[in-house]
């Protein structure tokens, strides 16, 4: 039998880190799947902090992840989100980490573990204009008006934009097409063995509890790739939606989804809820 525990939106520096860190030590998994966003806002230091961490915890244990959209955000030495990707890499391959978002597919026991960040294509909330996606606000502000008016000053007195998603301002990547090639490799690293897909982003629209225009950045519609009777998927693992989920666990035509996030809370929560056993 292989233990497997899941995590999601751990965000270092992260308040959920001890109690994630406590369930390593008592249930002494096998491996740790995370889905994403390993950081607050992307700054390399905290993720290699994570990993010190889980490697501390439990030296045995495989750590197998996905990035998530906050990993993405770049700083002053990023070119772009993509080629951050490889940067990530690099501190993954230190601590022997498993990224998805590079090698795709892992064995893990009978199972294949596949999938990567999955990001977003708005068709979660149909309805607005191209300019409204791109800019992150159905408001009509640009995302150059909420750099200098809502973000960069001490103040936001100047600021008449009520809410934007922060991925317009620190991410650099073309939306639609970046989460066309991440649905692509998913479904082109299955091989019709058992297995367990991870993505951040959710992969349902029906997932979500409450609907805005903000669901544009929730996910893309992977229906196609899931009830595919084929691929013989058993677990989806996903996070994004912290509370947002309509159930943190549940199962449809025999597939199980887990976003773990609120598990993370409370170590009996954890333990009894975000453990798999293959």
Not at 60 to 77: A, F, Q
Not at 152 to 163: D, E, F, I, K
Not at 193 to 220: C, W
Request: net charge neutral; aromatic share 12%; glycine share 6%.
């Amino acid at each position: 039998m292989t233990r497997i525990l899941v995590a999601t939106d751990i965000h270092m520096p992260s308040p959920y880190l001890a109690t994630m860190l406590e369930g390593i030590k008592q249930v002494k998994p096998d491996a740790l799947i995370i889905s994403g966003d390993l950081s607050v806002d992307g700054k390399l230091g905290d993720i290699e902090k994570l990993f010190i961490k889980l490697k501390k915890a439990n030296q045995k244990m495989r750590v197998i992840t996905v990035l998530g959209n906050h990993d993405l955000w770049i700083h002053e030495r990023d070119i772009d989100s993509i080629s951050k990707i490889e940067r990530i890499n690099k501190l993954s391959e230190k601590y022997n980490v498993e990224l998805l978002d590079t090698i795709n597919r892992v064995e893990l026991g009978d199972y294949d573990v596949v999938g990567n960040v999955g990001w977003y294509d708005y068709s979660f909330a149909p309805g607005y204009t191209d300019f409204d996606y791109e800019n992150c606000n159905p408001y009509g502000f640009s995302k150059e008006y909420i750099k200098s008016n809502c973000i960069y000053l001490n103040t936001t007195r100047g600021c008449s934009c009520p809410s934007w998603h922060n991925d317009c301002i620190y991410t650099k990547l073309e939306s639609r097409s970046f989460a066309k090639i991440n649905k692509e490799k998913i479904e082109g690293n299955m091989r019709g063995r058992r297995t367990i897909i991870v993505t951040h982003h959710a992969p349902l629209k029906d997932f979500m509890k409450e609907h805005s225009f903000f669901n544009a950045y929730d996910g893309q519609d992977l229906s196609n790739i899931i009830f595919n009777s084929n691929k013989k998927i058993v677990y989806y693992i996903y996070g994004h939606l912290h509370e947002n989920s309509v159930a943190p666990k549940m199962t449809i035509n025999g597939i199980t989804f887990i976003n773990a996030y609120t598990f993370q809370f409370k170590l009996k929560d954890y333990i009894q809820n975000a453990l798999l056993n293959l």
